[in-house]
């Protein structure tokens, strides 16, 4: 059975922590390999995660977070 985007954003945490129920898992592992949106934001969730877990800290440039925001609201798939 196919999964939507939303249903894979929701549990994107839970698939990285490994707290998924393995039917769910596959699903989303499926998801991930035919969605180019998806498989993104798991790549830059993950990448945000490491960067917490290590401690680090970075000064964004001025006006990302709206560059981010706008950006995301344009190319996200509306599902």
């Not at 699903?27 to 035919?34: G, I, P, Q, V």
């Not at 798991?42 to 981010?68: I, Q």
């Amino acid at each position: 059975m196919e999964i939507s985007c939303v249903h894979v954003w929701k549990e994107i945490s839970n698939y990285i922590d490994g707290d998924l129920d393995p039917a769910l898992r596959e699903r989303m592992s499926a998801h991930f390999k035919s969605c180019a949106h998806c498989s993104a934001i798991l790549d830059g969730t993950r990448n945000v995660v490491g960067l917490v877990a290590d401690g680090k800290t970075f000064d964004l440039p001025r006006g990302f977070s709206e560059r981010l925001k706008q950006r995301l609201a344009q190319n996200l798939p509306k599902h």
